[in-house]
Every structure is written in structure tokens, then in C-alpha cells.
């Protein structure tokens, strides 16, 4: 017990100075290397779920890229756990003996609590968070080409609990998670023109915030979700805007003679990334939420769109059409340009809450994508034309 | 080259003066930029461009070439023929929807068919056409007129289509 309590109040303080770890304490490694992975074993859970939450479990730690799970006398680090009425009660030890990594009681149903358990680990190896209990939402077309209908779904990142959230019977495009993952923005022309809505997922309510004249697209919300930047072209051409998240009149942030869409904001609300055709292809653009003079991105690519700015602040991902259909990453700091995906038709990034892998859509379908590596695993489900997805933080 | 010339600042004034016209008429000047030309505050949503006719008008239909929303000299006699078309109609409200290729990503492209819309509403503004009778709607690369991506069926889509609504 007294163990247990000071484990809790140390391991924190150990994970901001991962280095200072391996000197202080004789537990494995502790510390990755970024693309290093650490061997783990799963003891096969207990419970009448047990053996597909195993599964869940591994393919959880499989996908965060930070380990490895092999057998049980290969691995560093062991993890079990319980399925019990409430959730499950899991717990990591290191094979060199010592205090658990984890050991705590995770609630709700087996398949998120497992998802949860699997993020503690995540968080407390690396130090960063996981994203195994991250949700999906997206576009999926049907019907045929020339009048086909989109519609906006909902799946948790691993594609289980795949649900139609829509039947608009209509367009809908660009589906986005508030931050607290409540709430979903999107446009749809179900009254005929361009609006957005907002869909409560607690009340299964959904409102329209904005349908002004012209295009109400795109719609992204402020860090601490109260506003909105969006782009609409009731001015006759397409702007980008910040409006609250509960309607009212917009700001205009941009003015110019091309089309301003897309806009992202950057994780401490300072400032909005958005697309520009102004200088003639289109490229990303930085502008203050109240303003002022856009600052052009030098991506390197003449036909970058779709920013998404990092959780840790420090990257903007995007689409670059002109490759064929690649991701790109621009770092803040260095000003340096990367392409993170192979093969081509990728699209729509969006970044998990490790600031490392991205959900993108790829030909249609649904893919994560280790930036750091290049690969891509299938987000699986039955739909095709899946289209513009966006990842809860 | 005078004569061009001489049309672009008469075509420059009648933008600029349509300009302070709308934005008297539309009643709600928005922010302090309405002195930009490329300004044509749109109007209040009329109609359903889902179901407008874009048949009687469909050989008015503009093209576009990749990624540009400029209106090319050949297609601008196409919007003589329209603007005779609404000055002889002035009760008709119509919506131009803009589409694009399938290339590019759905966010842009739907905000590029939104602007070539638009860009023919200014055109047809420039023209003495009312903008209280223009809407617009873009609906990026998802209604193709033409299947595929080859080089005909790209030409083909990337077009601003005008529809009489009912």
C-alpha cells in the first residue's frame, strides 16, 4: 500500500525526466528511443470478455508504435488484468521485479475500459498520452456518383462501435470534434444551401449554429471550445470567420480576392492555420483570431490544404494534392518541411494525442499513419468513401 | 489593347459601384472592409439549389480551368446571353452552382466551387444583373456532370452551373 502511494506520487515526476529514470531505479527500460519499441507481454485477461479484450489490448499496444508484444520470456514488462462488473482492474510489472507501472481500476464497458487501461500503460511508458480510447468521426458517401449522399459517422480509433450519427439524406462534410469530444461541427446542404450544425452526442441533439448566405463550411472549434473559425462567403467570397459556438454574428479575420478555407487552430488558441488560394495554388496561411496580416507557410509544395496543428503545438500536418495524395509536416520550429506517408490518395490528417500518429483517409478508407515511421494501418469497417476524418484529443 | 483597357476600368467602376449599392441594400455592412471590390454581399437564401432547374439554362454553364476560378474570355459571351437573360426575367431568381474536378481535397474544393459561383454572380453583378436575384452554392467534387478523371471528364466538371429556382 504505502508502496503503491509512493509510486503514484513518483512516476510523474520520473516521466518528465525520463533519463533521470534509469539511474534512480532499476526497472527496465523505461525510456524509448522514438521509434525504438519495448517488448511486452499480455497475460491473457480473466472474465467472460477476456480473450477479445486480450485482443483489443494488444492490438491497442501494436498500434501505438511504443511496443512490441512478444512472449512472455522475451518481454520487459508484463500486462494483466480482470474484467470485473465495473470496468477492469489492470496492472503492468516490469520483469526485473520492482513497483508496477500501472495498477489501477479502469471503468465502463470491458472494450473502454481495456482502451483506457491501454493508454495508462501508454502514457506512463512514454510519457505521452495514448490514443486508444480516441474516437473517429467522419464522412461516408453512398449512392451513385452523380448523386451520391454523405453522411456523418462516428467509430471508436481502433474502427469498433462503428454508428451513423446522420440522415441528412444530403451532403455533409467536414465533421469536427469539440475538445472535450461532447460535440461534433459539420456542414450538410440538407436545406438546400451550405450550414452548420452542431450535434450534441450526450443529448443526441443536433442544432444549426451558422447559415448565412453562401457557403457555412469547414467549421473548427477554439481550444476551449467556445468559438468557431469556419469559412463562409456571405461577403461573396469564401472567408475565414470565428463565430461563437452557439451562433450569433461572425468575425471576418481574412479579406482577400481567393478562396480562404479550412481553418485550424493551434492548441493554445493563438492563432488559425488556414488554406489560401490568394497567391494562386493553394498553401497555408497563419492569422491571429482577432486578425491582422496572414503569414504565408513555406510547405516547399505548391498544392498543400487541410491543416491540423499538432496537440504539443509544434507541427501542422496537411494533404499535399500535387504529390498525388501525400501527408506533409511542417515543424515550427525548425521551418523545415517533411513528407510522413508512403504510396499515394492520402488525405484529411488528423493528429492523435501523442502528436505522432495521424488518422488520414487513404482512397476512401480510414488509415493511421505513424508519422515517424511512414506506416499505415487500416482503420477497418464495412463503409467505403470514408472521407474527412477527425480524431478526439 | 486601348479599347481592353478602357473596358476594365469601365467594368472596375460599375463593380465598385455595385459594390456601395449592395451594401446599402443588403442593410448589415459587415466588419470595415466593404470597400473591397471583390465584395458582392450575397443575398438572402431563396429556393432550393438541390432542386433548381438547370436545364433551360444549361448551355449558359461556364468552364473553368484546373484549380482557377477565372472566367476565361471564350466563356464570357455565355454570360452576355445570361445577364440579357435576367434583365428580360427580373423577377427570376437563379443560383449558380459551382463544381469542381476530382482532384484536390473535399474542404478547398468545395470552397473553390463556392468562389467560381460567386466569381460569375460578380461577372454578371459587372453586367448590370441585380445580385439580389443571384445565389450560390458549391458543391466541391460531389455532383460530376461527368464520371472518372480523365482528361474530358475534368474539363467537363469543373464548371459553375446556372439554375432557375423554383
Not at chain 1, 515526476?13 to 534512480?24: D, G, I, K
Not at chain 1, 508504435?65 to 512478444?70: I, K
Not at chain 1, 457555412?216 to 470567420?241: D, Q, Y
Request: include cysteine.
Amino acid at each position: 500500500m504505502l508502496l503503491s502511494v509512493s509510486m503514484r506520487l513518483i512516476l510523474p515526476l520520473l516521466l518528465l525526466a525520463p533519463s533521470l529514470l534509469l539511474s534512480q531505479d532499476s526497472a527496465p527500460v523505461i525510456v524509448i528511443e522514438q521509434t525504438r519499441k519495448v517488448d511486452v507481454a499480455i497475460s491473457p485477461i480473466a472474465g467472460a470478455e477476456g480473450p477479445a479484450m486480450t485482443k483489443v489490448l494488444q492490438n491497442d499496444l501494436e498500434r501505438s508504435g511504443a511496443c512490441r508484444v512478444v512472449e512472455p520470456a522475451a518481454a520487459s514488462l508484463t500486462l494483466s488484468g480482470t474484467i470485473t462488473p465495473a470496468g477492469l482492474a489492470g496492472r503492468v510489472l516490469p520483469k526485473a521485479g520492482g513497483a508496477p507501472l500501472v495498477d489501477s481500476s479502469f471503468n465502463g464497458d470491458a472494450r473502454r475500459a481495456t482502451h483506457q487501461f491501454a493508454d495508462a500503460f501508454i502514457q506512463a511508458l512514454t510519457g505521452t498520452p495514448g490514443f486508444a480510447s480516441s474516437k473517429i468521426t467522419f464522412a461516408s458517401a453512398s449512392g451513385t456518383k452523380k448523386n451520391s449522399k454523405k453522411e456523418i459517422y462516428i467509430c471508436d480509433i481502433d474502427g469498433a462501435n462503428c454508428r451513423q450519427l446522420t440522415q441528412d439524406g444530403a451532403l455533409g462534410y467536414g465533421p469536427k470534434f469539440s475538445p472535450d469530444g461532447n460535440k461534433i461541427a459539420y456542414s450538410s446542404d440538407k436545406s438546400g444551401y451550405r450550414d452548420t450544425y452542431i450535434i450534441d452526442l450526450s443529448s443526441k441533439k443536433r442544432s444549426i449554429v451558422a447559415q448565412f448566405p453562401g457557403q457555412n463550411t469547414g467549421a473548427a472549434f477554439s481550444p476551449n471550445g467556445s468559438t468557431l473559425a469556419l469559412s463562409l462567403s456571405k461577403f461573396g467570397n469564401p472567408e475565414i470567420c470565428t463565430l461563437s459556438s452557439s451562433g450569433g454574428e461572425p468575425t471576418r479575420l481574412t479579406n482577400t480576392r481567393g478562396t480562404d478555407c479550412s481553418p485550424c487552430w493551434s492548441p493554445d488558441g493563438s492563432q488559425i492555420v488556414y488554406v489560401s488560394d490568394e497567391r494562386g495554388s493553394p498553401g497555408l496561411y497563419l492569422i491571429s483570431p482577432t486578425g491582422g496580416t496572414p503569414e504565408k507557410l513555406n510547405t516547399e509544395s505548391s498544392y498543400t490544404t487541410e491543416p491540423d496543428w499538432s496537440p504539443d503545438g509544434k507541427k501542422i500536418a496537411y494533404s499535399i494534392t500535387s504529390g498525388g495524395g501525400q501527408i506533409g509536416v511542417y515543424d515550427l520550429e525548425t521551418k523545415k518541411t517533411r513528407i510522413v506517408s508512403r504510396g499515394s490518395g492520402l488525405e484529411s490528417p488528423s493528429w492523435t494525442r501523442n502528436s505522432r500518429h495521424i488518422i488520414c483517409s487513404q482512397n476512401g478508407t480510414l488509415v493511421l499513419l505513424d508519422s515517424l515511421t511512414g506506416e499505415a494501418i487500416k482503420v477497418p469497417n464495412n463503409l467505403s468513401n470514408n472521407t474527412e476524418p477527425n480524431t478526439t484529443r | 489593347m486601348k479599347y481592353t483597357y478602357l473596358s476594365l476600368l469601365a467594368l472596375l467602376a460599375i463593380l465598385s459601384g455595385c459594390a456601395d449599392k449592395d451594401k446599402k441594400g443588403d442593410g448589415a455592412a459587415f466588419g470595415d472592409s466593404t470597400d473591397n471590390i471583390y465584395d458582392q454581399a450575397l443575398p438572402e437564401r431563396s429556393g432550393n439549389p438541390d432542386t433548381a432547374d438547370y436545364d433551360t439554362l444549361k448551355s449558359e454553364t461556364v468552364f473553368f480551368s484546373y484549380d482557377s476560378f477565372t472566367i476565361e474570355a471564350k466563356e464570357r459571351p455565355k454570360l452576355d446571353k445570361l445577364a440579357n437573360y435576367l434583365s428580360n426575367n427580373s423577377k427570376t431568381k437563379i443560383v449558380i452552382a459551382g463544381h469542381t474536378d476530382a482532384r484536390g481535397t473535399p474542404q478547398y474544393n468545395l470552397a473553390l466551387s463556392e468562389k467560381r459561383a460567386n466569381a460569375v454572380r460578380q461577372y454578371l453583378i459587372g453586367l448590370g444583373a441585380s445580385g439580389s436575384n443571384i445565389s450560390t452554392i458549391g458543391y466541391g467534387e460531389d455532383r460530376p456532370s461527368s464520371e472518372g478523371e480523365s482528361d474530358s471528364a475534368n474539363n467537363a466538371n469543373r464548371r459553375a452551373a446556372p439554375g432557375i429556382l423554383r
